[in-house]
């Protein structure tokens, strides 16, 4: 019998091969993050699953939609892409480049307010696992409310009382925010207040049956409620953009700010001194709080990868404790929606993960839906309105008229409300 002899170099390719990872590819507009992807979350992943590498590729975030569509279109994009919340992710589930996710383990780790920005309408079919949201609330400057005895308010009427104290010892503004680039009032000021006045997810729901309307009962209380904000905005707030009333806050001009937890980590760098404080959304007329834990990024599996296997279980990781402990320290203000068991260590982001258990919750009434319409678009309307009416350019029952009947003006369910 002949003994056949293999060349070692033909030995050593062949290990080389049967060695191979595979390579996992992450469309991203979270360009920011970059390196907390590379230096933390990814190496964690690959130290558990050594034969999967995993690169983190972002886009501009302005740049993004446009990037990836020209990607898939080509057939070059990567194997997993973060997804926006609702409308946009949806387009790409319905074209089929997104693949249904309800076979995924890890899916049921998230509840259905979790996975509805990433559902279809009907909620049957999940195309991408909810990684993070933010939340909506108060941050506040902790020294000067040492300073002018303040304690943190819980009702509507507390609030206001604070502000007044705050207007008249005249060191500092009361509450932080412009109306110039329009979004804050909507999205910090409607929105943050809003879920409260009209029930949380029964008033958003209400809104996409037709049972409410946003002239009417909680929604039109919302925007009473705001325009009581008026006489606490900084002197010229009308001229104020975002960076602007970051800038005031951050070098402790003003005392309270109505935030995103997403600011956490902005004040943390422009100001470490700053002493932050933070308080939930406040009862108004008696109601419980609810706060907006708005669904911000998501993650699903483009339907042309060849590595859908590899692409699962990068998935079912992202669904779990270990990755949102990762994910929650390493971005604080981003909290991720997975109903499983993580520590924050920064104390504000500790605050705000605490009103998961003390308030309902639910998310920005214009997001689901309501802003397919290009235009008159309902997001648009609801910025355009709540800067009007701070402006005192608007009552609170035009703003409501005008938002409404924009909406019904396309939307079926709406039409003659």
Known sequence: MTRMLIPLSVLLIAGTVGAQKTTLTIESWRNDDLKVWRDSIIPAFEKQYPNIRVVFSPSAPAEYNAVLDAKLKAGTAGDLITCRPFDKSLELYTAK????????AGLKNFDAVAKAAWSTDDGKTTFCIPMASVIHGFLYNKAAFKELGLTEPATEAQFLAGMTKIKAGGKYEPLVMGTKDQWEAATMGYQNIGPTVWNGETGRKGLLSGSAQYNKGGF?????????????????????????????????RGVVYPAGSWDI???????????LGAFPPYSIGGKKCVIDDHPDIGMGINAASKNQAAAQTFLNWVASDSFATLYANALPGFFPLANVKYTVKDPVAQEFLAWRTQCGKSFRSSYQILSRNANPNNENDLWNVSAQLLNGA???????????????????PQKGK
Not at 97 to 104: A, P, W, Y
């Open 265 to 275: 980590g902005t004040f943390r760098q422009m100001n470490p001194k700053l002493e």
């Open 220 to 252: 039109l209380a919302a925007f009473q409620a705001l325009e009581r904000w008026k006489p606490f905005l900084p002197r010229g707030y009308q001229a104020l953009a975002y960076p602007d009333a970051q800038n005031m806050f951050a070098q402790g």
């Open 394 to 412: 608007m009552t609170p029952q035009a703003a409501g008229d005008m938002v409404q009947k924009n909406l019904a003006s396309w939307y079926a």
């Open 97 to 104: 480049q997104l693949t249904s996710l309800n076979s995924l």
